[in-house]
């Protein structure tokens, strides 16, 4: 069993709880999944009840896995046996638990304003009325996505009392990354920068971290730079880099930002040219 216990988060950090991601094996589900990875989402810790839970995940490459006997909530058990791809449908909640209840899109996380639950996306808000206070890890939902997947997904969970718990992810390929580690070395610098700004006003395909559109969105602008700065200097430096501590300090950071803002007019693909440009 893989079990990725992940601390990133943008509220504070995490100290009564933290949200799992555990990989499922989906290989009973038959030929439907074939092509699919499935992953359980756990909010962990005890004492208390969970009191809400929302998901933003939005695929720019790729798709979710829905099931055509499925729906947004857990299904019944008793299905398995005759639709067993039904077991690794996309949905939010407890398996067996009907007290599940969706609410709207997830507001927390800058959803909205409609409510979205499809291959492409899941923008949605839910919570569960159970009694879970003796369980030290509460499923919270479960999503099976292609394995050419491609996007951002941000998890945010609340235990009661506690502050919510979130996590704020990059999808690659199937995979989970850092948000603005574009090579996917485990670290935001300066190699993902020069991703960036190397495509800088390009057209390139949509989703290619390597050419600099974290954004999904097939052109290299001020969102994917945001991506990187965003996020800069988070992870574990690779060896080369650790080895020199070039891990660049705030000021270093300021400078890499007035540069950028001097050189962007200079850019070739730009439609307009000041004339101190020597390009």
């Known amino acids: 069993m893989l079990i990725l216990t992940l601390a990133w988060t943008n509220v504070k950090p995490l100290e009564a709880g933290a949200l799992e991601l555990v990989f499922v094996d989906n290989s009973s589900g038959g030929s439907a999944l074939a092509d699919f990875v499935s992953w359980d989402i756990y909010l962990t810790g005890s004492g208390t009840d969970w009191t809400s839970a929302e998901t933003r995940l939005k695929l720019s490459r790729g798709s ?17 046996e005759a639709h067993p791809s039904v077991e690794f449908d996309t949905y939010v909640g407890i398996v067996g638990d009907t007290t599940t209840t969706i609410s709207g899109p997830a507001t927390m996380l800058g959803g909205g304003p409609q409510m979205r639950f499809d291959t492409t996306m899941l923008d949605v ?34 235990r009661e009392g506690q502050a919510p718990q979130i996590l704020d992810l990059a999808m690659f390929n199937g995979m989970f990354y850092l948000k603005g580690d574009l090579n996917q070395d485990g670290f935001v610098g300066q190699d993902d920068l020069g991703s960036v700004l ?11 971290w390597n050419d600099g559109d974290p954004s999904g969105d097939g052109f290299v602008s001020q969102d994917d730079l945001n991506h990187v700065l965003g996020h800069w200097g988070e992870g574990i430096p690779p060896p080369a880099i650790a080895a020199f501590n070039s891990v660049p300090e705030p ?6 930002i007035a540069a950028i803002v001097l050189l962007l007019p200079c850019w070739r693909n730009l439609r307009w040219k000041p004339t101190w440009c020597s390009i």
Request: net charge negative.
């Open 64 to 80: 979710l896995y829905q099931d055509p006997v499925g729906g947004m909530i857990a299904p019944d058990p008793a299905d398995f």
């Open 125 to 158: 808000r839910w919570s569960n009325t159970a009694d879970e206070s003796g369980l030290s890890q509460i499923p919270i939902l479960r999503v099976s996505f292609s394995n050419d997947a491609t996007g951002t997904w941000d998890i945010l969970a609340t």
């Open 198 to 208: 190397a495509n800088w006003g390009n057209n390139v395909p949509p989703g290619h």
């Open 251 to 256: 000021r270093s950071l300021l400078l890499t």
